[in-house]
């Protein structure tokens, strides 16, 4: 099992930058690759990065490709997302996933989810 908490949501206007991170339980942490979600209301969720268990292998949305950044630290059982340039487009809620395997940007393939942050982008 692992449980997923994230965190550094919030309110930033257009152009700027915020850096969300995901704390994991358990001891097999470097053993999932993480990914990053988001979900606008009314829209399907929608793949946003992921990082496989070393973190030398990452894979991003074309919608982010650029300006987002996904990290991991093992030792710290947290994954990050740093997002750059950010526009009102970007406001969703961000959940981070696990999964066992390799990168995925399909989201029926993530065993854990988080609860989500809010992150808004104002104009």
């Known amino acids: 099992q692992v449980q997923l908490v994230e965190s550094g949501g919030g309110l930033v206007q257009a152009g700027g930058s915020l850096r969300l991170s995901c704390a994991a339980s358990g001891r097999t942490f470097s053993s999932y690759t993480m990914g990053w979600f988001r979900q606008a209301p009314g829209k399907e969720r929608e793949f946003v990065a992921a990082i496989e268990w070393s973190g030398g292998s990452t894979y991003y949305g074309d919608s982010v490709k650029g300006r987002f950044t996904v990290s991991r630290d093992n030792a710290k059982n947290t994954v990050y997302l740093q997002m750059n340039s950010l526009k009102p487009e970007d406001t969703a809620v961000y959940y981070c996933?696990?999964?066992?395997?390799?990168?995925?940007?399909?989201?029926?393939?993530?065993?854990?989810w988080g609860q989500g942050t809010q992150v808004t982008v104002s104009s």
């Open positions: 996933a696990a999964r066992l395997g390799g990168i995925s940007s399909l989201r029926v393939y993530y065993d854990y």
